[in-house]
Each structure stands twice: as C-alpha cells, then as structure tokens.
C-alpha cells in the first residue's frame, strides 16, 4: 500500500473512531433523560427553599446535556464556528451554576463579549464553499474558494495562485503530469486530494485529508 492510501485510510479510521465516541455520546445523554424527570418530582415534591437547590441542580444538569451535544458536532464538523459556540456554553454554565461571586461574572461577561466578536468575525461575508459529508469524508465542491475552506474548516492550503479547491487540484494534476479522473489523488506537503467527481473534464467535488507530521 503506497503512502497516500495509507494517509487516506488513516484518515477515515480517526474520523470513524470520533464517530464511534460521539454515539457513546448520544447513548449518555439518551440515558440522562430519565434524570430530568426526576428533578421535576422532587421540585414538586419539596418546599421553595429545598426547590430552589434542586432547580440549580436541575439547570446545571441540563447545561451540561446540551455541552454534550455540542460537543459531538464539534468532533463531527470541527468547525471553528461550533468550537466558539462550545466554549460560550461552557462559560455560561459557569456563570449561571458555578460564580461564587461578582468578580467570576464580570470575567464571564469579558470572556463572551471576546468570543462574540470572535464568532462574528469568523461568520463574516457570505460563505462561497458547499461542502457535504459522504462516507465519512468532508467532500468539497471544486468551486469552493479555498480562502473560504480555510478559513471556516480551519485547513492551511496552500492555493499557488488558485482561487477554488478544483483549480488548485487540476494545477497540481498538470504539474505531476497526471489525469485527470474520478478516484485519483494527489497530495502537497500538508493534504491528500480525491477527486470525487468530474464532468466535461471539470472537477466538481473534491475530497481532502490532512497529512500527520508524524508519518
């Protein structure tokens, strides 16, 4: 098995594990359910005092479910859009449940505000890629800026004077002297492009792995 098989195969195994991870995931918060209903009963059950301590366990509780789930988009899109919102969560959690006094949510305040304009920043202007998961693959469209896949995918390519993912493929195709088909890859010093489709000899999606260091 040559080396970019091997980087493409390795690839697919990580994401697939991180799949795996993320049913364990449902599977947790599926089971915590029931324990939301409790908290209902013993609200009902109890005086205001007794109530009010239940009903920050039972927020604290919730916060964390919805965590979890952010979380298990974070691990399937990784996106830097949905590692933002993960961390506003997180800290609002620590806002609402945990601040023992005024100086935790002023930081709190101060940490959202940064990562509001972190968030805005990263949703600025209209997004130009159409990206789609198949088999476990983030499959681009040949006509996706990779300005735009780099910035929103967090990806480092390298365009060598192309404007979409399909140029810069089909250049470094050129370059190689390869062909231009359906299953070829080629790869720079940093990511394994698969050519997913063409059409009339254009390439129309184009799938790509990041390359570990460490092979």
Do not use: C, W
């Given at each position: 098995?040559?080396?970019?098989?091997?980087?493409?195969?390795?690839?697919?195994?990580?994401?697939?594990?991180?799949?795996?991870?993320?049913?364990?995931?449902?599977?947790g918060?599926?089971?915590?359910i029931?324990?939301?209903?409790?908290y209902?009963i013993?609200?009902?059950?109890?005086?205001?005092?007794?109530?009010?301590?239940?009903?920050?366990?039972?927020?604290s509780?919730v916060?964390?479910?919805v965590i979890?789930?952010?979380?298990?988009?974070?691990?399937?899109?990784?996106?830097?859009?949905?590692?933002?919102?993960?961390?506003?969560?997180?800290?609002?959690?620590?806002?609402?449940?945990?601040?023992?006094?005024?100086?935790?949510?002023?930081?709190?305040v101060?940490?959202?505000?940064?990562?509001?304009?972190?968030?805005?920043?990263?949703?600025?202007?209209?997004s130009?890629?159409?990206?789609?998961?198949?088999?476990?693959?983030?499959?681009?469209?040949?006509?996706?800026?990779?300005?735009?896949?780099?910035?929103?995918?967090?990806?480092r390519?390298d365009?060598?004077?192309?404007?979409?993912i399909?140029?810069?493929?089909?250049?470094?195709?050129?370059?190689?002297?390869?062909?231009?088909?359906?299953?070829?890859?080629?790869?720079?010093?940093?990511?394994i492009?698969?050519?997913?489709?063409?059409?009339?000899?254009?390439?129309?999606?184009?799938?790509?792995?990041?390359?570990?260091?460490?092979?």
């Amino acid at each position: 098995m040559d080396r970019k098989k091997f980087m493409l195969y390795l690839n697919k195994a990580i994401f697939a594990f991180e799949v795996l991870i993320s049913v364990m995931l449902i599977v947790g918060i599926i089971i915590s359910i029931p324990d939301i209903l409790k908290y209902y009963i013993k609200i009902l059950q109890n005086d205001v005092e007794v109530s009010a301590i239940l009903f920050n366990n039972f927020l604290s509780h919730v916060l964390m479910i919805v965590i979890a789930m952010e979380f298990i988009l974070l691990l399937v899109t990784q996106t830097d859009a949905t590692t933002v919102h993960l961390v506003t969560l997180v800290i609002a959690r620590k806002m609402l449940i945990k601040s023992d006094d005024m100086l935790d949510i002023l930081l709190g305040v101060i940490a959202i505000t940064i990562l509001f304009v972190t968030r805005k920043f990263l949703s600025k202007g209209t997004s130009s890629t159409n990206m789609k998961v198949i088999d476990n693959e983030k499959v681009f469209s040949g006509a996706s800026e990779i300005e735009e896949i780099n910035r929103i995918y967090n990806y480092r390519i390298d365009p060598e004077d192309s404007v979409t993912i399909g140029g810069l493929v089909s250049k470094l195709l050129h370059l190689k002297g390869m062909e231009i088909k359906e299953g070829q890859m080629i790869e720079d010093n940093d990511y394994i492009y698969e050519i997913k489709k063409v059409s009339k000899g254009l390439i129309e999606e184009v799938s790509i792995h990041k390359i570990s260091k460490n092979e």
